[in-house]
């Protein structure tokens, strides 16, 4: 079936720097997406959301860009954190269904 | 506000055994969605329950089934456990989309089992 997935798996950067994180999708139904944090032995948690009839949402310190015509969703952090360190998945949602499919992850790794 | 809970955070189990997992959602909302993650994996779609019934179901055996309750809170049963089934489990809530409200899901903290 389709999925979604992430160009590469594992992000280091500074702290300050900016960090983005990339996601392609391939469901040409999906019309919602979101993105998570998750820490390790944690749940994930929610950070920003998107719908197709948008191609840009501001957040506090992130920023989610959707191109729907390559299908490829990004995230960007700005000032990145050491606490921003997780991984990070993106998520779609085809419209009509409420279920929410997911990517492997990327994993964020900022050094202080 | 409180958000979703679950319980227990971690359980160990043997093979062949049953196993049921316990959820509250967010408050305000309706729908609650069980995925389950294994190591290094993202989140996999199992069932999601809406007005005490099963409402989508994704790739998962028999073996898994559900429960919702009238105040929306939800179980997750799994019998005759497989090594395979160890995982952390997640439930997540959300508004109903026939609400025509906020589609994002929510996310316990999760349920650790381990099937020896």
């Known amino acids: 079936g389709e999925s979604v997935g992430l160009h590469l798996p594992t992000l280091s950067v500074q702290e300050g720097d900016n960090s983005i994180i990339n996601c392609a999708y391939s469901?040409?139904?999906?019309?919602?997406f979101i993105w998570y944090k998750q820490e390790s032995g944690k749940g994930p948690q929610f950070i920003i959301d998107?719908?197709?009839?948008?191609d840009k949402r501001q957040g506090q310190r992130v920023t989610v860009l959707l191109n729907k015509t390559v299908k490829h969703l990004s995230l960007q952090i700005a000032a990145t954190q050491p606490g921003d360190s997780a991984v990070y998945f993106c998520?779609?949602?085809?419209?009509?269904?409420?279920?929410?499919?997911f990517g492997k992850g990327t994993m964020l790794l900022v050094s202080p | 506000d409180a958000g979703v809970t679950q319980s227990p955070t971690h359980l160990i189990k043997t093979r062949g055994q049953q196993v049921t997992l316990r959820c509250s959602p967010k408050?305000?909302?309706?729908?609650v969605s069980w995925y389950q993650q294994a190591l290094g994996q993202g989140p996999q779609f199992i069932f999601q329950?809406?007005?005490?019934?099963?409402?989508q179901r994704g790739n998962f055996p028999d073996r898994f089934s559900g429960h919702q309750y009238p105040n929306y809170s939800s179980e997750l049963n799994v019998n005759a456990l497989l090594l395979g089934d160890s995982a952390l489990y997640l439930c997540?809530?959300?508004?109903?989309?026939?609400?025509?409200?906020?589609?994002?899901?929510?996310f316990g903290p999760g349920t650790r089992l381990t099937v020896l």
């Open positions: 329950y809406y007005e005490e019934e099963e409402r």
């Open positions: 408050s305000g909302h309706d729908t």
């Open positions: 469901n040409s139904a999906s019309d919602y």
């Open positions: 998520a779609e949602n085809e419209e009509g269904y409420s279920t929410l499919t």
């Open positions: 997540a809530s959300s508004l109903s989309v026939l609400a025509g409200r906020d589609l994002a899901q929510y």
């Open positions: 998107i719908r197709s009839n948008m």
